[in-house]
């Protein structure tokens, strides 16, 4: 069974950088899809970012298009999250997620059957 752990994240002032690591055991990623997701407090989960699980297919939400970029790395079955610019409404606990498919990827949670435990992100404002 597909196991994954974020780690990366912490406190960042405004305009700075993080990178966030989604890391699998029990299966290698080369059959998965990947989306990372948030959620700020008081507010539902939102899909940010996808790769398709051959990594010709990335979408991201419009909030983060042109800051963060979703990047997968087959040799250390690592999905990255690098997030440049933060502001501090990026603040949030951030979720990987993981699906069986090819070609695709979706930012709708109900899609993904494998969640890691979250890392929490904060910019204060």
């Known amino acids: 069974q597909l196991q994954l752990v974020e780690s990366g994240g912490g406190l960042v002032q405004s305009g700075g950088s993080l990178r966030l690591s989604c890391a699998a055991s029990?299966?290698?990623?080369?059959?998965?899809?990947i989306g990372w997701f948030r959620q700020a407090p008081g507010k539902e989960r939102e899909g940010i970012a996808c790769?398709?699980?051959?990594?010709?297919?990335?979408n991201y939400a419009d909030s983060v298009k042109g800051r963060f970029t979703i990047i997968r790395d087959a040799a250390r079955n690592t999905v990255y999250l690098q997030m440049n610019s933060l502001r501090p409404e990026d603040t949030a606990t951030y979720y990987c997620?993981?699906?069986?498919?090819?070609?695709?990827?979706?930012?709708?949670?109900?899609?993904?059957?494998?969640w890691g435990q979250g890392t929490q992100v904060t910019v204060p404002a």
């Open positions: 790769v398709s699980s051959e990594g010709g297919i990335t």
């Open positions: 997620a993981g699906e069986i498919s090819w070609a695709h990827c979706t930012m709708r949670q109900h899609d993904y059957d494998y």
């Open positions: 029990g299966r290698t990623l080369d059959t998965y899809a």
